[in-house]
C-alpha cells in the first residue's frame, strides 16, 4: 500500500535550524505533490506579580507576536513554487500542533529537537516527546546539529538508504509502507530490520535479567550476551538457526515483487538492544532516515528505560519519521 501524503506540516519556532525543517518540508512536498503547510505556535505572554502570581495576559502584545509571525512565514513562503498555508495560533505548541494537524487534516508534521538525554531529557521533556506520544499523524524528527546554524534551504534532500524496523506488528506494517513509498519517490536502498532480543536472557532471575537489559540507567554489554551465547546448547542453535530462517523468508515477502523494479530491498536480521542495534547499523552504515511505528509499553518499562522509538529519536544521527496505527 503506497503513503501518498497530501498535507505536510512544519513546525517552525523560528530557530537557528529552521532552514533543515524548511529543506526536508519542501522537498517532501515537492516529490509526493503535497500542499506544505508553515505553523508557528505563539507561547501565551502573561505577566506575573513580584509574588509570583499571574495577574493578566498581555493580549497587545501576543497579538503583535502572531501578526510578526505571520509575516516571517509569509516571506519564506513567497520564496517557494509549491502551495502553502500559513497557520500562526498562541497556546501550548505540540497541543495546538495536535489539534492543527487534525483540524486540517495534515498527513504528516516535520519537527526539530535540538537533542539531550539522560535524567536532563527525563525531566523537563520536550515539544518534540510530548508530539510523539499524542500526535496522530507520522511525525519527522530531525536532529539540529551545530553545523545545520543558519543553513540555507536545500532545493532538494538527498535520500539514499532508508531503514525500517520492522516487529511485525500493525505498526510496524504501517511503517514499512511509510518507508516502501519513501524508496519509491526517492529511488533509495532499504533496509528491512529486525531485531533479535537474546533468548538465553529468559533464563536468569528478575534481577539479572533488569540489568542485562540495559539502557540509560543499568549495564548492559554485549560481550555478556556473547558470553551467555556460548553456553547454548546445540537445540538452541538449531532453533535459532529456523528463527532466522522464517525472519527472512518473512520480511522478504513484505516487499512487493514491483518494488524491486526501483528500490533494493536488503534483509537484515540484528540481536540486542532494538534501540541500540538500529541506531549502530544506521550510523555504521550512513542511514538517512529511520522509520518506526510506535506501539504501546507498559508504564513499568516506560518508566525504568524508556521506549525503542524514543531511545531513537533521542540518540540517533539522522532523521527519524514516527508512524502510528489509528485504531
Known sequence: MRMKPKKI??????????????SHGKSLASEFGSTLCLCHIVSEAVMVSSLGHSYFTYTDMESERIRHAKDRLEK?????????????????????????????????????????SGIKRFLIGSVTDRLIKILTCPLLVLHARENHLASPVEEKIK????????????????AFNYALSLA????????????????????????????????????????????????????????????????EEQLSSMVPEESRNWCTPVIIQLEGQP??????????????????????????????????????ISQASCSVLVVRQIS
Open 9 to 22: 506540516m512544519c513546525a517552525i519556532d523560528f530557530s537557528d535550524f529552521t532552514n533543515i525543517i524548511l
Open 76 to 116: 519564506m513562503a513567497e520564496e517557494f513554487d509549491i502551495e502553502c498555508e500559513i497557520i500562526v495560533l498562541s497556546g501550548h505548541a505540540a497541543d495546538e500542533i495536535n489539534e492543527t494537524a487534525c483540524k486540517n487534516n495534515v498527513d504528516m508534521v516535520i519537527a526539530a529537537t535540538h537533542g539531550g
Open 159 to 174: 535520500l539514499k538508504r532508508i531503514l525500517v524496523g520492522c516487529d511485525f506488528s500493525p505498526d510496524s506494517k504501517l
Open 184 to 247: 519509491q519517490e526517492f529511488q533509495t536502498q532499504l533496509y528491512l530490520a529486525h531485531v533479535i532480543r537474546p533468548a538465553e536472557h529468559t533464563r536468569l532471575s528478575a534481577s539479572d535479567y533488569m540489568e542485562i537489559q540495559g539502557g540509560d540507567y543499568t549495564k548492559w554489554a554485549r560481550s555478556e550476551y556473547l558470553d551467555l551465547q556460548k553456553n547454548a546448547t546445540n537445540e538452541d542453535l538449531k532453533e535459532k538457526s529456523n528463527l532466522s530462517s522464517r525472519l
Open 275 to 312: 534501540y541500540k542495534e538500529l541506531i549502530n547499523f544506521a550510523e555504521q552504515n550512513q542511514v538517512d532516515m529511520i522509520v518506526l511505528g510506535v506501539h504501546g509499553y507498559s508504564l513499568l518499562e516506560q518508566f525504568l528505560v524508556g521506549s525503542t522509538t524514543d531511545r531513537v
